[in-house]
């Protein structure tokens, strides 16, 4: 989604907000600009598409800006309004002394923009933000003081927002503030930074302070002031970035993708160390802060999460369900908030995010918490949003994904899924010894498992070259790796732009059958267990349509030649463990007819890293 940078000190300030946007490049966006003060004059540069079109309007006038050292800049993935140069931030008011730039969607943009334009104001763009801009311009012509302007006009407006603001007439300043979007400033000597997101600034400073809602920093050249929404100051709390600037580095991969496909068996490793120390003793899960007794007495959990993290709460739950014999419902967070749902003060509700800031999953956790029940949160980023909303906060330490695919962080959240319900399994004694020994020690090996299978990793290369050309894929399964095939086919879909669907196996018969013919790949997830006859029998009902059957397997079953055009085996894995195991090829294959297909790998069309709006 949409990324803000924000630049005050000596040093040249295009390239520090060029190279800052970059580093959100990730999030996914389709235009950009910045707004830089030079000379006591605003000069504003937009371009549609991606950063290098905005890199070369720079360049036809560096001799305006080269020595501007302060300045705001801006990535916009399009809500409202097209993804035009008029709609790209920065917006400025009618008289241009002021610029803006915005995340988020300011929810009452209609009604303001009435009152605005009955004011005088001429609105030039599609876009809610332009009228945050005339707004503060409105306030800042009563106050001459930018960041009281800030304090007043957000008191006026509804939603959720980011916003860093210039204006031509103060003496070097930024102002910012944010409520429901995240905003960080990073310190460093003699110059500050803003940004929506760390890897904007990680290689300048590790020193940053994070607004809470409602806060407005103001930053001068030497100085920032913290404040409430009423103007009084606050005490600043600094604190140290965990991020290496290197996580952002491609490390050799052709992308960001394929590097964090194969960082999936060190991601297990590192949350596994200190959680199993060996499979016959109690996991060690101090992050949930439920009593023994409040967990012994669970009768039910909610799993709310979006996309691939949804993917991975339909096998988190069923595993806690098979583990614990506690019942679990799952449920897309943009669902689970506009019905009238029945969670309670005795229902644990978990939270799975990789970013710990999508706006439908954020909503839903604050509307259960308002409820009274127990916020777990498991996510990648322990300094989001959501990790802020948790009672208990299980941080899946997958390092930063860049690729909008998500693969490793997905990888974490199993992993951390079955932490956390051996964990219960172990407090509640609702598994047999016997059985959780083995699934702790067979977890422990699967980083190998998967470095063997990547170190294979060209049979799934051929594989994808055979099926690049379909329109359309299938992938199925059943039990536990159904959300599997789901993960499998968005993935596919994500970034090769081709229909993939994932379907339960058995429900191929009650309609998607129609669709078989001799072009359709069909991808079946034929894991050893307790659906692998009724799996291999579906995957013959297919056949018999002429469908171009692909297996992915751990089984030797030799008849598995007659019925499959293409196997790829996988490492041997116990089925309740098996779609760790099984992600990863689906992901290769992902990849591969991607690249093949020449497509944008790390961002594809239309897609953000982190959804920030509803
Ligand atoms: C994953 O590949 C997708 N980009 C997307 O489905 C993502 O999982 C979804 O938007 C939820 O994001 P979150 O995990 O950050 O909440």
């Known amino acids: 989604m949409c990324g803000i940078v924000g630049y005050i000190g000596d040093r040249p300030v295009a390239d520090i907000l060029i190279d800052g946007l970059h580093q959100l490049e990730y999030r996914g966006y389709d235009s950009a600009g910045i707004a830089v003060k030079c000379e006591d004059k605003l000069h504003i540069y937009k371009a549609e598409g991606k950063l290098d079109n905005l890199s070369s309007v720079l360049m036809q006038h560096k001799s305006e800006y080269q020595n501007a050292t302060m300045g705001i800049g801006h990535i916009r993935w399009a809500t409202h309004g097209a993804p035009t140069v008029v709609n790209a931030h920065p917006h400025t008011c009618n008289c241009g002394n002021l610029a803006i730039v915005h995340n988020g969607i300011i929810e009452n943009y209609k009604e303001l923009r009435e009152k605005l334009e009955k004011q005088g104001a001429i609105f030039r763009t599609q876009t809610d933000t332009e009228t945050v801009a005339h707004l503060i311009a409105y306030k800042y012509a009563e106050t001459k003081d930018l960041t009281k302007a800030v304090q007043l006009a957000t008191k006026e407006i509804e939603g959720a927002y980011a916003l860093c603001v210039i204006h031509n007439e103060e003496k070097d300043k930024i102002v910012a503030t944010k409520r429901n979007a995240p905003l960080l400033v990073g310190i460093g000597e003699g110059e500050y930074f803003v940004a929506s997101d760390v890897p904007a600034i990680i290689k300048y400073t590790k020193k940053a302070v994070y607004l809470e809602d409602n806060q407005i920093v103001t930053l001068t050249k030497n100085n920032i002031v ?5 103007g009084q100051e606050l005490f600043l709390k600094i604190e140290t970035l965990p991020w290496e600037p290197v996580a952002l580095s491609k490390m050799g991969y052709k992308h960001f993708m394929l590097k964090e496909i194969h960082e999936q068996p060190d991601v297990i490793r590192n949350i596994l160390v200190g959680k199993i120390h060996t499979s016959e003793e109690p996991i060690i899960l101090n992050e949930v802060k439920l009593t023994n007794d409040t967990l012994k007495n669970l009768n039910r959990i909610q799993i709310i999460a979006c996309g691939t993290s949804l993917h991975a709460a339909m096998i988190g739950k069923y595993i806690i369900e098979n583990f614990c014999g506690i019942a679990v419902d799952v449920e897309a967070s943009s669902e689970y908030i506009y019905r009238k749902n029945v969670t309670d003060s005795k229902t644990l509700v978990i939270g799975v995010s990789q970013s710990g800031e999508t706006a439908d999953t954020l909503t839903a956790i604050k509307q259960a918490k308002a409820k009274g029940s127990h916020i777990l949160i498991i996510t990648n980023r322990p300094d989001s949003a959501m990790a802020r909303e948790a009672d208990s906060l299980i941080p899946v330490s997958a390092g930063i994904e860049v690729s909008v695919a998500a693969t490793k962080s ?5 992993v951390s899924f079955y932490l956390l319900a051996m964990y219960m399994a172990e407090i509640k004694g609702s598994l047999d010894e016997s059985v959780l020994t083995s699934l702790k020690s067979d977890l422990t090996k699967i980083p190998q498992k998967i470095e063997q299978m990547l170190s294979h990793k060209e049979q799934i290369q051929s594989c994808a070259r ?3 050309n379909t329109k ?13 095939a789901l993960e499998g ?11 993939a669907t994932g379907y339960p196996a058995g429900e191929l018969k009650h309609g998607p059958i129609a669709m078989l013919d001799e072009s359709m790949p069909v991808l079946s997830i034929l894991m050893k267990g307790s659906v692998y006859e009724k799996l291999l029998s579906n995957s013959e009902e297919a056949k018999a349509r002429n469908a171009r059957m692909i297996a992915l397997t751990n089984s030797k079953d030799e008849k598995l030649k007659d019925l499959f055009e293409y196997i790829i085996e996988v490492p041997d894995v116990q089925e309740l463990l098996s779609p760790i195991i099984a992600i990863v090829p689906l992901q290769l294959i992902a990849y591969y007819i991607a690249e093949y297909l020449g497509k944008d790998v790390d961002q594809p069309r ?3 890293k982190s959804v920030t709006v509803e």
């Open 606 to 608: 239309n897609l953000a």
């Open 472 to 484: 359309d894929f299938i992938y199925i399964a059943r039990g536990i790796n159904y959300p599997t």
């Open 226 to 230: 913290l404040t409430d929404e009423c």
């Open 410 to 414: 997905y990888v974490a959240q199993l």
């Open 466 to 468: 055979l099926y690049a």
């Open 489 to 499: 086919a968005l993935k596919l879909k994500e970034i090769s732009y081709i229909n």
